[in-house]
């Protein structure tokens, strides 16, 4: 049982825009950032997007994040094949004194 | 731009320790915070604890409290992960990864551990 909640399961064509939700509580998302973690099938996870809203150098700016309240979302814009993999959303949680993650969507591009 | 390369896959029987490492290039790795996380097959990620090597003593979740030990080498700018008293549900691939501004921005690659008698 994963401390953030997130849908088990996105899908989109192939040009859509599509949006990851994840959900937490005031301990966690409620009093601190966010941050956005993608996996491709057989490989580490990589950042997406940091302190809510913030892009790493190399992210296209077709990944967006956003915060409000105990809640943050992902946007991907112009959705294309090789977005096809697990996302996740992670915090640190004031409570349990360590980052927690949310259980990973996985998304298919149809 | 840092790198972290990992040691390569381990089998072990269910009892026994496994120690993997993780090394670093690029960047000052005595300021780095290294994670260590896992992920159990067909799982999410789950953070384990970390240090940061100039600082010292490691910080770990408290599923791991009592079995984990997380320390690194500056001289080889190595971060090693030992895990005690193994079971098959630690059958996993770990990670190392390092952190800045409450993010981990780079990762190594994955260390698969099998735990089977």
């Known amino acids: 049982q994963s401390v953030l909640t997130q849908p088990p399961s996105a899908s989109g064509t192939p040009g859509q825009r599509v949006t990851i939700s994840c959900s937490g509580s005031s301990s966690n998302i409620g009093s601190n950032t966010v941050n956005w973690y993608q996996q491709l099938p057989g490989t580490a996870p990589r950042l997406l997007i940091y302190n809510n809203n913030q892009r790493p150098s190399g992210v296209p700016d077709r990944f967006s994040g956003s915060k409000s309240g105990t809640s943050a979302s992902l946007a991907i814009g112009g959705l294309q094949s090789e977005d096809e993999g697990d996302f996740y959303c992670?915090?640190?949680?004031?409570?349990?004194?360590?980052?927690?993650f949310g259980g990973g969507t996985k998304l298919t591009v149809l | 731009q840092v790198r972290l390369v990992q040691s390569g896959a381990e089998v072990k029987k269910p009892g026994s320790s496994v120690k993997v490492s993780c090394k670093a290039s690029?960047?000052?790795?005595?300021?780095?915070?290294i994670s260590w996380l896992r992920q159990a097959p067909g799982q999410g990620l789950e953070w384990m604890g970390g240090?940061?090597?100039?600082?010292?003593?490691?910080k770990y979740t408290q599923n791991f409290q009592d079995r984990l030990s997380i320390t690194a080498d500056e001289s080889t700018s190595t971060a090693y992960m030992e895990l005690n008293f193994l079971t098959s549900e630690d059958t996993a691939i770990y990670f190392c990864?390092?952190?800045?501004?409450?993010?981990?921005?780079?990762w190594g690659q994955g260390t698969l551990v099998t735990v089977s008698s």
């Open positions: 690029g960047g000052s790795f005595r300021t780095f915070s």
């Open positions: 240090i940061i090597p100039m600082f010292g003593p490691a």
């Open positions: 990864a390092r952190e800045q501004q409450l993010a981990l921005f780079d």
């Open positions: 992670a915090t640190w949680d004031d409570t349990l004194i360590a980052p927690v």
